[in-house]
Structures are given as structure tokens and as C-alpha cells.
């Protein structure tokens, strides 16, 4: 079966520091993954999506960036934390024609 | 792209059917209609799709009107543990590729 792991589950980082999100995925190959952000309160908004190994898509600018470098292996990144970059961070793979896992997320707040 | 509209709230008494409705007029013939719930600080939980017949689950069951401009999905005996934003969602995109791009949901609080 699908699964997909994220972690880790809560961070605190002071700002100007740099951030490493992982996310990896079991049970697919060659899967689309995508990163979302929900700012307290919000709804989710989609920050990155990629097809395949070194593809990525940037659906906002903003002071992240994502990587993959392998297959199942997403990574979303930062060099520099900003106040605004608090949230809850979500993976998620999405196959064609079926429905999107997600992972279970990671709150990220900046201080 | 299609998009999406969800009232933002909704009550609903325990034990009592939940109806929530969602407006997709823009949506082409080829997408689908997804639903999921979002229980507080979880990722997202997928409830049930369609595309132009009615779906039914072990979760809830989908209506999608005849010219597909809308669906309302339902929870037919709501309990306190659906408390959750609901959200309804169009895909997009090609059969190599599916976006799901989220609006704000639904948010449903199920009552004693």
C-alpha cells in the first residue's frame, strides 16, 4: 500500500536559520509529489509540485525552494527562515486517476 | 481552471445528515470532483470522488448534478468526530499529471 512519511512532526527555528523538510513515499514509483502550506487559520496553499527526479514547479514565489533527488525522496528547503515561513507543511503524492495521500505534516514556527 | 466555492461554516446535530454543498460551474468534462476533510493539525483525508454519477462509501456518499456545475456531499448519521474544514476540489490538469489546488473549505462542527 501507498504510505508517505514526513518529519519532523513539529520544528521551532529562530529566524535567519536554515530549514531541511523531508518527505518520502512507499508503495509507487515515479510519483508526483507536492509540498502545501496552511498558515494558521488558512486554507492550503500549494508551494511546490514535482513530476519527476530534479523536475520542480514553484507555484508562488517565495523563500523556499524544494529538491528532489530521488525518486520517492521531496525535500523542501530554506537557506534563510522568515517570520512568514511559520506554518503547517504538508507532502502529499497524487497518482493519476486516484485519490492524494498526505503526510501527517509539520508545524514549523519561527521565533 | 476550475474553481471551487464551499460556504464556510456549517452546524449539524449528532446523528443528523450532513449536507454540504460545493459550486464548480467552470468545471470541463474530463475532472473530477474530490472531497476532503482536514481534521486540526492533520494532513488531509480523502472522503470520496466522482465525475458524473452519484458515489456512494463507507464514509459518505457524493451527488453531482446532472450538468455538473455542483455536487453536495453527504454525511448521512454526522458524529462528533467529523468536526472537520471540508474541501471540495476540482483536477486539474492532464492524465500525466493532476494538480489539486485547495480553496478554503467548508468548516463543519458536528453538535451533542
Known amino acids: 500500500s501507498q504510505t508517505i512519511h514526513q518529519w519532523p512532526a513539529t520544528l521551532v527555528q529562530p529566524v535567519g536559520s536554515p530549514l531541511s523538510l523531508e518527505c518520502t513515499v512507499e508503495?509507487?514509483?515515479?510519483?508526483?509529489l507536492y509540498w502545501y502550506r496552511q498558515a494558521a487559520g488558512r486554507g492550503l496553499q500549494l508551494l511546490f509540485y514535482s513530476v519527476g527526479i530534479g523536475q520542480i514547479s514553484s507555484e508562488v514565489p517565495q523563500n523556499l525552494s524544494a529538491s528532489r533527488p530521488q525518486d520517492r525522496q521531496f525535500i523542501l528547503s530554506s537557506k534563510k527562515l522568515l517570520l512568514s515561513d511559520s506554518g503547517f507543511y504538508l507532502c502529499?503524492?497524487?497518482?493519476?486517476?486516484?485519490?492524494?495521500?498526505f503526510g501527517q505534516g509539520t508545524r514549523l514556527t519561527v521565533v | 481552471d476550475a474553481k471551487t466555492t464551499q460556504p464556510p461554516s456549517m452546524d449539524c446535530a449528532e446523528g443528523r445528515a450532513a449536507n454540504l454543498p460545493c459550486n464548480h460551474s467552470t468545471i470541463s468534462g474530463n475532472e473530477y470532483v474530490y472531497w476532503y476533510r482536514q481534521i486540526h493539525s492533520q494532513g488531509p483525508q480523502y472522503i470520496i470522488h466522482?465525475?458524473?454519477n452519484n458515489e456512494t462509501n463507507e464514509m459518505a456518499s457524493l451527488i453531482i448534478t446532472e450538468d455538473r456545475k455542483s455536487s453536495t456531499l453527504i454525511l448521512p448519521h454526522a458524529t462528533l468526530r467529523d468536526t472537520a474544514v471540508y474541501y471540495c476540489i476540482v483536477r486539474r490538469g492532464n492524465t500525466g499529471f493532476q494538480k489539486l489546488v485547495f480553496g478554503t473549505g467548508t468548516r463543519l462542527l458536528v453538535s451533542p
Open positions: 466522482g465525475l458524473k
Open positions: 502529499a503524492w497524487i497518482g493519476v486517476n486516484t485519490e492524494a495521500f
Open positions: 508503495g509507487t514509483s515515479n510519483p508526483n
